[in-house]
């Protein structure tokens, strides 16, 4: 591995990381920026676990490098800053053992940023690569909706 200094933008701060260029950001943010909330799941982009937020597009922060992500804003779940999306979870009583949610709220934050109110097809197709061992999809999908309801009600 050859050690090179990368300056990353981490919600809205800004760290210059002496690592491997093509290390995973999942791991920077976990074991150099102590940033622990992205989760690491099956390392191969399918679970969704590790989604974080490049530029305000959900990537998987197991397969995206961390010469991929220099010079973008980079924003994980701690710097997420979607309270109407996070009430709604609360509200739907979302999580269960809470290893994926996470990668759930990330993606389902770039939903909202991108469509307002989306349909139940859009919302499958935004979370369909986001997996929860527990089920909780049906309780997913109602807080989305609950989200995107209660940000249209404030327009």
């Known amino acids: 591995m050859t050690q090179q200094k990368q300056t990353l ?24 920026l102590g940033l622990t909330g992205t ?8 679970c969704g676990a590790c989604t974080v937020h490049i530029d305000g597009s959900p990537v998987r922060g197991c397969l995206t490098s961390i010469k991929q992500a220099a010079g973008k804003s980079v924003t994980t ?3 997420l800053e979607a309270e109407k ?6 509200k739907h009583n979302v999580p269960q053992c809470g290893y994926c949610q996470a990668g759930q709220l990330m993606s389902a934050a770039a939903l909202l ?6 349909s139940e097809a859009q919302i499958d197709d935004a ?3 986001n997996i929860c061992r527990c089920g ?10 609950t989200a995107a309801d209660n940000r249209k009600a404030e327009a």
């Open 77 to 79: 779940i701690e710097g």
């Open 9 to 32: 933008e981490v919600n809205g701060k800004s760290f210059t990381l002496d690592a491997d260029p093509n290390m995973p950001i999942l791991w920077a943010l976990r074991d150099i």
């Open 136 to 145: 909780t999809y049906p309780r997913i999908k109602a807080a989305i909706n």
């Open 127 to 129: 979370m369909s690569g």
């Open 39 to 46: 989760k690491y799941g099956c390392g191969a982009g399918l």
């Open 113 to 118: 940023n991108t469509t307002a109110k989306p």
């Open 85 to 90: 999306l996070k009430a709604a979870w609360e």
